[in-house]
């Protein structure tokens, strides 16, 4: 079974997943650059503006993600764009 917050639209675009990461207490920032004192995710969508991936940046600056049923994967934040998970599309942050 799928979770999905309270309150938050369900439907799959920017904005309900935006609202829905919101719940965790993220807010909107400017930019992908590392920011003591915070954590840090963003969302990759797809031409048409649908999610497709989401990653949280790492102590390092780097950025991890799950990958399938595989274990958490090491990368660069623009090293997954492409047509399988989609562009960088809104960044992400809330006080550690």
């Given amino acids: 079974m799928a979770y999905w917050p309270v309150g938050v639209p ?13 719940t965790l207490g993220y ?4 930019d ?4 003591r004192g915070y954590e840090k995710i963003t969302i990759y969508a797809d031409m048409n503006g649908v999610p497709k991936h989401a990653a949280r940046q790492l102590p390092s600056g780097r950025w991890t993600s799950k990958l399938g049923p595989l274990e958490d ?24």
């Fill in 27 to 30: 807010d909107r920032c400017a």
């Fill in 10 to 22: 369900r439907r799959v675009d920017i904005d309900s997943f935006v609202a829905a990461f919101a």
């Fill in 32 to 35: 992908e650059r590392l920011e």
């Fill in 73 to 96: 994967v090491n990368h660069l934040l623009y090293g997954l764009v492409g047509h399988e998970y989609g562009d960088v599309v809104i960044h992400m942050k809330r006080k550690l």
